[in-house]
Each structure stands twice: as C-alpha cells, then as structure tokens.
C-alpha cells in the first residue's frame, strides 16, 4: 500500500491533444487528469488506440512538432511544468528522473550498436561513469533482468537476440540510474511467463526500494490486479473510470471497463476430423548457428537453435509451440518455412520441400504463410496497409486487376475488424494491435493451408486476443486451415491448440495433446512454465 502522505511525483491535469491544429481535427486525448504518488504503480488500461502510449510519450515529451495540446493542458514532474521544455532540459530529465520501457524493442533500439553500449549509454551520460564502472553496471542489470547468460555476448546486436531478450535489453536500459518514475508501456509483451513473472517481481521490488513510482500500461488484466494500487481505464482518449485496483476489479461502474474484465480468449480448438489427412511432416529437424570460429575462420562451437525435433500437422490441426525466449521456437517455425538454412525433411502436402530450388519453393508460398512477433519491424514503412495486405495477391496472382485485389483486401481488413478506409493509410498511423491485426490480413489473403502465427497476440489488448482467437478458429473450421501457433501467453495456447510441443534449449523436453499437457503435465519445466502462465502472481 501507499503512504497516504506520499510525495506525488507525477501529476497529469486536463490533458488534451490534436494531430492537427485545424479546429475538425480529432481529440486524440481529452482531458486526462491522473497522479502517480511516489511508491505507487498507477495502471493505464484499454484497448488499442485508446491514447495510452501517447499519453506516456507526452510525459516524455516525445511526440513530434504535430502535437497540438489544449492550453489547460499540464504534466507536472516533481511540482515542475514539463509542457513545452525544450529539448535541452528533457534530455537531462528521460533516463535519469524518468526511464521508460517502450513497447516494441525492435524499434526503439539501435540496430548498429551492440547492447553494451545501449545500455551503457544513459550511464555514461548521466551518471558521467567510466567504461569500467559501466561495465560493471551493465553486468549487474543483466543478471538483475535475468540475462545472465548474455554476459558473455556483451557484442551482440538487437538483431541477434530473441524477441524476449531485446525487451529486458530495454528494460536494463531504463533501470540503468534508478529513475523516480518508470514508464512501462506493455513490459511483459515479448516475454515468455517465467521471465514476466521473474521481471514483474523485479520491478515491484524496485519500486519499493527505491520508492519509485511505476505507471503501467498493459492490455494484461492479470499484471494489472497483481501490481497496480490504482487503475485508469481508457477509451477513446479519455479516462472513463479510476479507483484503487481492488474496487475496479471488484465492482467496475463504467461499461466500458466490464468489457474489459469480461474478455478473456475462451473456449478450444476446433474438433479435428477424425481421418484428416497429413499436411506437414518434419523429422530431426537441425538449426545450427556458428559461435565461436578460430584463428583459420574454422566454427569451434556452434549454437543449436534447434536440435534434432520431429512433429507432424494435419490438415484442420493446431500445434502449439510454447517454451522461454532462446528455447528456438521461432527459429524452428522459420525452418518449417525454409526461410532459414536448416537440416532435416520437410514433407509438405505430400511433397519433399527440404532441397527444393527456390524456384519451385516460390510456388508454395502462397499455402505457407507467417504472421511475424514484431508488426512494426514486419510491415514496410514506404507501403500503405492496402498494398501491404496485396502484396502476395500481385505476386501470386497476376491475372487479378487492381480493382478484384482492391476488393480482396477489403475482405481481409474486415476479417481482422478493422475499417476497410484504413487500407489508404501507413503502418505507423496505428497502434501496436491494429498493425498486428494488418499482418494477420496480409497472411489471411492468400487463404494458405499453413499459417506459422509467430505471437500473433503478443501486442493486442485482450479484448481483440478473444477476438482473434473466435476469429482464427472460425477460418480454421471454414477452410481447413492448419497453424503452427508459438506463443508464451499459454491461455492463448490453450483455447486453440490440438496438440503441443514444450521446447527448452533447441529440445523438445515434452509433447502431447494439449488437453493431457495442460491437466497433468509430467516434465518440471512444463509444469513451471503452466504455474507462471496461469498462476501469475506478483510477490508483494
């Protein structure tokens, strides 16, 4: 609990802001007034577009020259206007007096600098250290995010690292001084359940050592009751209800927030046809990448992403592929889809595709489709979400006019639901969930046989999680789709998955029917890996 004679540290009034100073532009934000008090966590929730993010980039004052604020508007830091500083006087205030945690790490961290030196960075600027000290530093957040065993790849690069990973790698980054406030936009999204139990435990005790204030934006309901004293329900850029956590999850008033606490994906996998035939076949399937080399250039170690895994799809079938960050499950699905170099055979609808030449692996593209982790990484800047989501159709289907793709994409924007007006504009005009959405269409359209799902629901609120899973199942029963769904959220998993492999270290260390997985699992990882999916709870 919260001291009521709590310093506040951060106090928001009358919040209001436009894309646009023309007088018909929309209210992105209005009127948001909130605090967060010094030891306090303070949960922003809603679904996506609702105006969370931009209400933390504000207080970071991070959003570009475009930003139009309402005059009554004030973000008062300590007592002290943020509105308007200039850019001199924030630069001493972001990584020192408040650190922030950003949503996709992808995209907020350097892809030419190696993650000493991202997380070295604010040390050295605010801290003045010296390389020594900050090394030392570095070594400690490591291990403090549970990343222990990168401190031996200290020369590694955003890219080399899973999507879990480059998420603590930003969490360290923001940990790195001890800031007042912490800003934790969707913390937990590319994390596996250990390590969000793990993280979300570290960040409690860190507020509470330091007094530090959190505010917490996540669409996970589950964090949000486990952690926060005090929830701000969001919709439509304004604060529909606030009360002390308990109270809001107790009794919600708004419509709005029982909605919310009403959606949880629900229901399992379609029934499986009993004589549904063989669509994907794998046997000792081998990903190997080079670590180490000596003087002649020759590998001495290697790393087995993947190490030797057989498994079988039917036609109409869900594969559930859950385990840690690094454990290779996305490596194995980028195998199953030849777009890494890998060992083994692939027998695809009945066809040998291990050796294939690429010409003819071309052809199959269009039945083997993937919806990659990270949507902002995965869709072209350059390209507007119509010609994103058509991109396949002209490749695959030439005879087609741009009028007949034009009605196709269409098509796939309602089955993600989302405005067809939206297909004109460009993925960085969305929020994390209507870009993940984008994706989805963009696989949907070619309607494959095969959809790798590589944590399609990893950045969308739960409400549209619910919706994409009834969505997924009903396509899946319409037309025979298969997936190979990896995920860490497991609650997912098991409202869609047939069968399930549990991966650790490129191993699988259990497999099965998801029923028999989930009601008696018989390896200890899996039964962590269950107790931190559907257990989660945060030591006070």
Not at 45 to 53: D, F, I, L, Y
Not at 131 to 143: P, S
Not at 369 to 397: C, N, T, W, Y
Not at 479 to 497: E, G, P, W
Request: glycine residues 6%; aromatic residues 4%.
């Amino acid at each position: 609990m919260v001291d009521v004679m709590a310093e506040t540290l951060l106090q928001i009034k009358n919040l209001g802001l436009k894309f646009s100073a023309h007088e018909n532009a929309p209210e992105i934000l209005r009127d948001v007034t909130f605090s967060v008090e010094a030891g306090q966590t303070v949960a922003l929730v809603g679904e996506s577009g609702s105006g969370k993010s931009v209400t933390a980039m504000s207080v970071m004052q991070l959003l570009g020259s475009n930003a139009n604020y309402t005059p009554a508007s004030s973000i008062l830091l300590r007592g002290e206007e943020l509105m308007h500083k200039g850019e001199t006087f924030m630069r001493t205030v972001r990584g020192s007096q408040i650190g922030m945690i950003f949503q996709e790490p992808l995209t907020a961290l350097n892809p030419l600098h190696v993650i000493e030196k991202q997380i070295a960075e604010p040390l050295f600027l605010h801290k003045k250290m010296n390389k020594q000290q900050a090394r030392a530093r570095v070594l400690e957040l490591l291990d403090l995010v549970g990343l222990s065993n990168l401190k031996e790849r200290l020369g590694a690069y955003p890219h080399e690292l899973s999507g879990g990973q480059r998420q603590r790698v930003m969490i360290a980054m923001a940990l790195a001084n001890e800031p007042d406030l912490l800003i934790a936009d969707e913390p937990t999204t590319a994390l596996d359940v250990t390590v969000q139990a793990q993280i979300l435990a570290l960040l409690q005790d860190l507020k509470e050592k330091l007094n530090m204030g959190l505010l917490l934006i996540t669409h996970d309901l589950s964090i949000v009751e486990s952690m926060a004293d005090h929830v701000c329900v969001m919709e439509k850029g304004e604060i529909v209800e606030q009360n002390a956590t308990a109270k809001i999850f107790k009794k919600p008033q708004h419509a709005y927030t029982k909605k919310l606490l009403s959606a949880q994906p629900k229901g399992e996998g379609v029934t499986l046809a009993p004589d549904a035939q063989m669509l994907l076949e794998a046997h000792d399937m081998k990903v190997y990448f080079p670590k180490d080399k000596d003087f002649f250039g020759r590998v001495t170690h290697w790393v087995k992403a993947v190490d030797g895994i057989d498994l079988q799809i039917k036609v109409g079938q869900t594969l559930g592929i859950v385990g840690e960050s690094g454990s290779g499950k996305s490596t194995l699905g980028m195998a199953l889809l030849r777009l890494v170099k890998s060992q083994g055979r692939v027998v695809f609808a009945g066809q040998d595709i291990a050796d294939l030449p690429k010409g003819q692996r071309k052809a199959l593209r269009a039945d083997m489709q993937i919806v990659f982790q990270d949507p902002f990484g995965a869709l072209s800047p350059r390209m507007s979400v119509g010609q994103i989501i058509a991109e396949g159709l002209k490749i695959h289907h030439p005879e087609l006019n741009e009028d007949q793709r034009d009605v196709q994409v269409i098509q796939a924007l309602a089955l993600v639901q989302m405005d067809p007006q939206t297909r004109h504009r460009y993925p960085h005009e969305f929020s994390g969930g209507q870009r993940q959405r984008i994706s989805i269409a963009r696989a949907l359209i070619l309607r494959p046989k095969l959809i790798v799902l590589d944590e399609p629901t990893s950045a969308l609120d739960v409400s549209v999680q619910a919706e994409i899973v009834d969505l997924l199942r009903d396509l899946q029963k319409d037309h025979d789709l298969s997936y190979i769904f990896i995920s860490h959220d497991l609650r997912v998993v098991k409202a869609l998955a047939h069968d399930i492999i549990v991966m650790k270290d490129g191993r699988v260390v259990e497999n099965g029917p998801a029923r028999e997985i989930f009601d008696a699992p018989k390896q200890p990882y899996t039964k962590a890996l269950l107790s931190a999916a559907l257990n989660l709870k945060v030591a006070a």
